[in-house]
């Protein structure tokens, strides 16, 4: 028997995301979270490559500092903290399931 459903759609293609921090090393939005300096993600939008990043970060529990809000969630949900753009040119990467393929945890010492 076919799948003749007419409003199911294909999947999207994948593609290479590249996710880069915005905000300062010392800017208060981090929140003592772990920042990353780089981060490849194989997935279908930037959406979806921001929540295959935050396993990455997402603490177990959450952690207050005196800020006006605990620290939960992850830190490249924000587009404060991090932005998402498209990896050109690399279509070796494309084959595979969406998953985080590489990163860099950012250099805290080096200004």
Same mark, same amino acid.
């Given at each position: 028997?076919?799948?003749?459903?007419?409003?199911?759609?294909?999947? /999207?293609?994948?593609?290479?995301?590249?996710?880069?921090?915005?905000?300062?090393?010392?800017?208060? /939005?981090?929140?003592?979270?772990?920042?990353?300096?780089?981060?490849?993600?194989?997935?279908?939008?930037?959406?979806?490559?921001?929540?295959?990043?935050?396993?990455?970060?997402?603490?177990?529990? /959450?952690?207050?500092?005196?800020?006006?809000?605990?620290?939960?969630?992850?830190?490249?949900?924000?587009?404060?903290?991090?932005?998402?753009?498209?990896?050109?040119?690399?279509?070796?990467?494309?084959?595979?399931?969406?998953?985080?393929?590489?990163?860099?945890?950012?250099?805290?010492?080096?200004?």
């Amino acid at each position: 028997m076919s799948d003749t459903n007419p409003k199911r759609q294909p999947p /999207a293609p994948l593609a290479l995301w590249v996710i880069k921090p915005v905000a300062a090393r010392d800017d208060p /939005a981090w929140m003592d979270r772990r920042q990353f300096e780089s981060v490849i993600v194989r997935a279908e939008s930037p959406a979806l490559a921001r929540e295959l990043a935050s396993a990455l970060d997402t603490p177990a529990t /959450a952690v207050g500092y005196g800020q006006q809000e605990p620290t939960e969630g992850s830190a490249f949900n924000s587009p404060r903290l991090y932005h998402v753009l498209p990896v050109d040119g690399v279509k070796s990467a494309l084959d595979g399931p969406p998953e985080v393929i590489d990163y860099t945890v950012r250099n805290m010492t080096s200004r």
